[in-house]
């Protein structure tokens, strides 16, 4: 398999992004609705800010492309009114990276969903990178951040690693995958390993 990026991948990896961008816009109000349960409950639906780069990635296997739809579904997502402003770029480069570093110590070469769970702790890493920029952190009980970084790491795992890597695992047998990258039999195998 080629490693350098096609116009073919770039475009699916747009496409991609800009469903998730819409996905993310709609995503706020729903996030916003389990904050009013307190104790960080919100923090357990955080992970589908990142779903984006472990969906892209699992689809297009190249590296580069978790960081190219995080940040384009960021951007799409401002594009549309997101929000949470200007900021949304930043935590979509940020958690982007985060998943992209992950990936990159598999060598590109694991399709897991270990791996898919690791890169969205990656992301969750990548996403406090931000907030700790903006200085809120610090401000919060030991407890409080303790809770908000295991619910936000607990939702990572769950929404980038299970729900995205079998919400892959079915494309894949649909045959819409097929498109972008030939599945074969060792990649079957791989998906249910």
């Keep these: 398999m080629k490693k350098k990026l096609t116009l073919t991948d770039i475009l699916v990896t747009v496409v991609i992004a ?20 307190g104790f960080q409950a919100e923090e357990l639906m955080y992970g589908m800010w990142f779903i984006a780069a472990i969906v892209a990635f699992l689809i297009i296997r190249k590296p580069g492309v978790a960081l190219i739809a995080e ?26 990276l985060g998943a992209e570093i992950i990936f990159a110590l598999f060598l590109y070469k694991s399709y897991s969903l270990f791996t898919a769970s690791l890169a969205g702790i990656g992301a969750t890493v990548g996403s406090f990178v ?29 929404i980038c690693g299970f729900f995205a890597y079998y919400l892959v695992k079915a494309l894949e047998k649909t045959g819409v995958t097929n498109l972008v990258r030939p599945a074969s039999e060792n990649d079957y195998k791989t998906l249910n390993t």
Excluded at 130 to 152: C, H, K, P, Q
């Design 71 to 96: 940040t384009a579904a960021a951007s799409g997502e401002f594009l549309v009114g997101s929000q949470y402003g200007l900021e949304v770029l930043v935590y979509g480069v940020l958690q982007g």
């Design 130 to 158: 931000m907030d700790w920029n903006r200085g809120y952190l610090a401000d919060l009980e030991t407890w409080n951040l303790v809770l908000m970084i295991s619910f936000r790491t607990i939702g990572a795992i769950i």
């Design 18 to 37: 800009v469903v998730f961008a819409i996905i993310y816009r709609i995503w706020g109000p729903v996030s916003d609705l389990f904050s009013t349960f």
